[in-house]
């Protein structure tokens, strides 16, 4: 469920979809196809919209790979010697994930990744964060990147 400036944002970009159950977010690893290890943005969607200070929104985390000045060799999906961006979040990223997961026990949540060759996903990721706060005036459940609201206000 997508709304407002978050909604005209993501359209801009092609999206690629890979399902996994709840409390299985390992089986992504084993995805056929295979999420690739290509530098770009993923979103974590839930299977049903949750509160937000401001509406409802099925986004649990929107992340990236490859992105800022380091940039890096690893990419979304496992490859290149590293177990790939997504699996490599841990703390309370992590955890409030999980727990939104146990939420919605046995059903399916959606990953959406957009791959990028030109545009840098830190950039993106941020825009995708600042659209999603301006319309729910808080981030996804499991992020917890404070740069993204400071550079809001």
């Not at 089986?27 to 943005?41: D, E, F, N, T």
Request: hydrophobic share 35%.
């Amino acid at each position: 469920m997508h709304q407002g400036q978050f909604d005209r944002e993501w359209r801009n970009y092609q999206w690629t979809r890979w399902r996994y159950r709840a409390g299985d977010f390992e089986s992504l690893k084993r995805a056929s196809p295979a999420i690739p290890c290509r530098h770009g943005v993923y979103i974590i969607h839930a299977p049903a919209a949750l509160p937000r200070v401001r509406g409802l929104s099925d986004i649990v985390y929107i992340g990236q790979s490859g992105g800022g000045k380091r940039g890096g060799k690893q990419g979304i999906g496992p490859g290149n010697s590293g177990p790939g961006r997504l699996f490599n979040t841990r703390g309370a990223d992590e955890v409030v994930r999980e727990k939104v997961e146990a939420l919605f026990d046995g059903q399916d949540f959606m990953l959406e990744c957009t791959f990028v060759e030109k545009d840098d996903p830190e950039l993106l990721e941020a825009r995708l964060l600042r659209a999603y706060f301006e319309d729910h005036c808080e981030l996804p459940p499991a992020n917890r990147n404070k740069r993204a609201v400071s550079e809001t206000v």
